[in-house]
C-alpha cells in the first residue's frame, strides 16, 4: 500500500501556529530575564587628613560594585550634614559632577561606570565648614544606582 498525502489544511496550520507560540514566547522572555541582574553598589567615605586645610575637610569617596554586572548608569550621591557645610568640590576628578539640590543641598554624580567587582575612588572630595557651624560636623552620603543604595556617615574635622 502506498502512502496517500493528505493535502494542509488550514486547520492544520492554525494547530501547529498555535503550539508553537508558547516555545517562541518562552524564547523571547529569557533574555529578558538573564538582563534583569543588577549590580549593587556601596559607599564608603574616609577622611584624608594628610591634605585637611584649617577651613576644609578632604576625604576619599569609594563607589564598589559588589554586583556580578557592570554599572553602567549614573550613581547619584546625595549629601547631608547635621551643621552648616559646603561642599567644596571635586578638584577635577574624570567621571564626577556636581549638583546643587531645590533644598539647597549638595550631590555629586558619577558616570563613569564601574566593572563588576571593581571600585572607583575620589580621593579630592572636599567639604568646608560653615562659620558657626559645629566642629566636628557630621556628613552622610547616600549613593544611588537604579533600584540600590547604600550610605556612609563621617565625622568632617577640618584642619585635623
Known amino acids: 500500500m502506498e502512502p496517500t498525502e493528505?493535502?494542509?489544511?488550514?486547520?492544520?496550520?492554525?494547530?501547529?501556529?498555535?503550539?508553537s507560540l508558547p516555545v517562541v514566547a518562552l524564547a523571547v522572555a529569557?533574555?529578558?530575564a538573564a538582563a534583569s541582574v543588577a549590580p549593587t553598589v556601596t559607599i564608603s567615605i574616609t577622611p584624608n587628613p594628610a591634605m585637611n586645610?584649617?577651613?576644609?575637610?578632604?576625604t576619599v569617596l569609594t563607589l564598589t560594585n559588589t554586583g556580578s554586572v557592570p554599572v553602567v548608569d549614573p550613581v547619584q550621591l546625595v549629601f547631608s550634614s547635621d551643621g552648616p557645610f559646603r561642599f567644596n568640590?571635586?578638584?577635577?576628578?574624570?567621571?564626577w559632577s556636581l549638583?546643587?539640590?531645590?533644598?539647597?543641598?549638595?550631590?555629586?554624580?558619577y558616570?563613569?561606570?564601574?566593572?563588576?567587582?571593581?571600585?572607583?575612588?575620589n580621593s579630592r572630595?572636599?567639604?568646608?565648614?560653615?562659620?558657626g557651624?559645629?566642629?566636628?560636623?557630621?556628613?552622610?552620603?547616600?549613593?544611588?544606582?537604579?533600584?540600590?543604595?547604600d550610605a556612609s556617615t563621617l565625622t568632617v574635622l577640618p584642619g585635623v
Open 111 to 121: 558616570t563613569g561606570g564601574i566593572a563588576a567587582g571593581a571600585s572607583i575612588t
Open 125 to 131: 572630595v572636599v567639604f568646608r565648614v560653615l562659620e
Open 133 to 149: 557651624g559645629p566642629a566636628p560636623t557630621t556628613v552622610t552620603c547616600i549613593a544611588t544606582n537604579g533600584a540600590t543604595s
Open 99 to 109: 549638583f546643587f539640590m531645590r533644598d539647597g543641598g549638595y550631590g555629586m554624580m
Open 53 to 58: 586645610l584649617p577651613t576644609e575637610a578632604y
Open 30 to 32: 529569557t533574555p529578558v
Open 89 to 95: 568640590g571635586l578638584r577635577g576628578e574624570p567621571g
Open 6 to 19: 493528505s493535502p494542509i489544511t488550514r486547520r492544520s496550520v492554525v494547530a501547529a501556529g498555535a503550539w
